[in-house]
């Protein structure tokens, strides 16, 4: 099977792409979620206009990664020349990033987050110690290179792919044209591709899937890139898609609608719990293969022509993402705090960063060499021999498997620094303090109000019975609370004890708003894990920060079911900045 020209289209498609990355990622700052930096303020329009960019955007790269394995591998050469190729290309970026911008992202959220204090060049001495997953982990290590992430999971799954795809493009190639065939009728062609999205979601445990980035598990993102190849391998596909890009416009928009109406509005209330994740899910798989075909239907229609500076804008592509983040972090840990307009501070952070990342590209690292390598462009002249090349390329395999060891092995000295408690930081305007006074409904057993001094009001809630491994959608025992909060993000600590010292009798589960009545909820407590028994003190998940997301102001719902007994509660915390646990264990006077 030999592959066409080069497509026009998706180059243009992969500039339009990265742009509205950069765009997604300037706007973090004031979503709901957790990111390395926040603004005070935080807005539910903006989390559900993310939500609905995260729906395609990183799925999208995947295919046009796909696309472009197909055309790339008529001319690989074979796997060794593949896979140095692929090494060169996207992970020397990923290893020079995790040891240089990366760690300065790690630095930025944690002073910002007032976990650490002092220089960037004082942290760096720590940097290399337990791995770093998400924000308020306790390593340090970004071996993943933060939002390099993208070329970490493409390098891999291009390797894991290889034999497929030239087997494809090789003897299986009349099975892949008959499969393309059949794709190419709207009707199968919506139906059947999205189908291998759903088929891993009930092969694969939910452990293995939420474990992602960008929106979607990881492991998902290997349909896409399966589908890319599958997309460019077809000329009548891309045919149909090209046809048919109204019709996928229709169905993205009306299933993406449904569906952020479902997380985020009325229906997902009046969906029944059973189905209401699988109702997500499904809307979600559906619509994110609907704005893919979509946008490569509009693309095959209107871009496929070339320009003199198409050139160089898809090469600065890849420079352009490794370094964006990075800026973009830079100039928000400078902006987020002054106290100006929201939008004046996202238009600095915006216009700055981007210029900046340009800047740097056009003036700086497109024209050396050195650093063209470094950022997994081609050189214009080869900067080692065809033996030194292999033997750079080998020490940068060995450096980067060093460095994770190292890091794992001395990931004791993250977590004593990053889970250490930090000062006591409640915001009177912003936070939410609950007590026994704030219970608006009770189970009439396994729940008491008891008397104690040391209690913020003089009185505690102690759970004496109805313990469950699980969150139950009607637990005899509950006790339910009513208050007021804008939307956000809020870490949630608890003030309690445990008079005895028994690890098996110090945890509740959490559930707040549309989730109480479901089997879903959050373990807290753990006091004993970090306090000794018979003293009052302040705890999430033990000294592990636990948060909820409200998404949407106003009146807001909790309800506290036992996991182990007995303890006492005394106050419950929604803290908007105690992203550790605190360094003392007195009440919080309201």
């Excluded at 210029?355 to 470094?374: H, N, P």
């Excluded at 080998?394 to 408690?421: D, E, K, Q």
């Excluded at 110090?506 to 004993?528: A, E, H, K, P, V």
């Excluded at 182990?564 to 007195?586: A, G, K």
């Amino acid at each position: 099977m030999n592959a066409p020209a080069r497509r026009h289209e998706l180059d243009w498609i992969r500039v339009m792409a990265i742009l509205a990355v950069f765009f997604f990622h300037s706007t973090r700052f004031f979503d709901l979620w957790d990111w390395h930096i926040k603004n005070v303020n935080n807005y539910l329009w903006v989390e559900i206009w993310n939500g609905f960019m995260t729906t395609w955007l990183m799925p999208l790269f995947f295919v046009i990664s796909g696309a472009s394995l197909f055309y790339a591998l008529n001319k690989s050469g074979g796997f060794k020349k593949f896979y140095l190729d692929k090494f060169s290309r996207l992970m020397v970026p990923v290893i020079v990033g995790a040891c240089t911008h990366s760690a300065l992202q790690i630095y930025l959220e944690r002073t910002s987050k007032h976990v650490f204090s002092g220089s960037f060049f004082s942290f760096y001495k720590i940097y290399f110690s337990g791995l770093y997953f998400e924000p308020n982990c306790p390593g340090n290590f970004a071996f993943h290179g933060m939002h390099l992430w993208y070329l970490l999971f493409l390098f891999l799954y291009s390797l894991l792919c290889y034999r497929l795809f030239v087997r494809l493009q090789g003897g299986w190639g009349n099975g892949l044209n008959r499969l393309t065939s059949l794709l190419s009728s709207p009707k199968a062609m919506y139906l059947i591709f999205p189908l291998p999205l759903l088929l891993i979601k009930l092969i694969f445990p939910a452990s293995i899937l939420s474990v992602g980035s960008g929106g979607w598990g990881f492991l998902y993102y290997l349909w896409f890139l399966i589908g890319g190849f599958v997309i460019a391998s077809g000329e009548n596909f891309m045919e149909c898609i090209k046809r048919n890009w109204n019709i996928s416009l229709l169905l993205a928009a009306a299933f993406t609608a449904a569906y952020l109406y479902l997380v985020f509005g009325a229906l997902g209330g009046a969906i029944p719990y059973a189905i209401r994740p699988w109702a997500a899910l499904l809307l979600r798989f559906w619509g994110a293969w609907f704005w893919i075909l979509a946008i490569l239907g509009l693309g095959l229609q209107h871009l496929s022509f070339d320009r003199p500076i198409l050139r160089h804008l898809n090469e600065g592509v890849l420079p352009f993402y490794i370094l964006h983040q990075t800026i973009i972090l830079g100039f928000g840990y400078f902006v987020m705090p002054l106290e100006i307009a929201d939008f004046v501070k996202w238009l600095i952070v915006f216009i700055d960063a981007f210029a900046l990342t340009a800047g740097l590209y056009f003036y700086l690292i497109r024209k050396f060499d050195v650093l063209r390598f470094l950022f997994g462009m081609k050189t214009f002249k080869p900067l080692f021999s065809k033996a030194g090349k292999t033997i750079v390329l080998a020490a940068l395999h060995i450096v980067y498997a060093g460095m994770i060891a190292f890091s794992v092995v001395n990931w004791l000295a993250a977590a004593a620094i990053n889970r250490a408690p930090m000062p006591f930081a409640c915001d009177a305007d912003r936070d939410v303090i609950l007590d026994a006074r704030s219970i608006t409904e009770k189970s009439p057993t396994g729940v008491r109000l008891i008397e104690d001094a040391s209690a913020s009001t003089g009185w505690a809630m102690e759970l004496t019975s109805g313990a469950s491994g699980k969150p139950l959608p009607a637990p005899e025992v509950y006790v339910e609370m009513q208050y007021e909060a804008p939307a956000g993000r809020y870490t949630v600590w608890l003030r309690g004890k445990c008079n005895e010292d028994d690890i098996s009798s110090d945890s509740i589960w959490l559930q707040s708003d549309r989730w109480i009545g479901t089997g879903w909820g959050s373990m807290l407590g753990n006091w004993l894990d970090v306090h000794p028994a018979g003293a009052w003190g302040w705890a999430s998940n033990g000294d592990d920060p636990k948060f909820i997301i409200l998404r949407s102001d106003g009146v807001h719902r909790l309800r506290i079911q036992p996991r182990q007994i007995p303890h006492r509660i005394d106050q419950i915390w929604l803290s908007r900045f105690q992203n550790r646990m605190p360094d003392v264990n007195e009440p919080i006077k309201k």
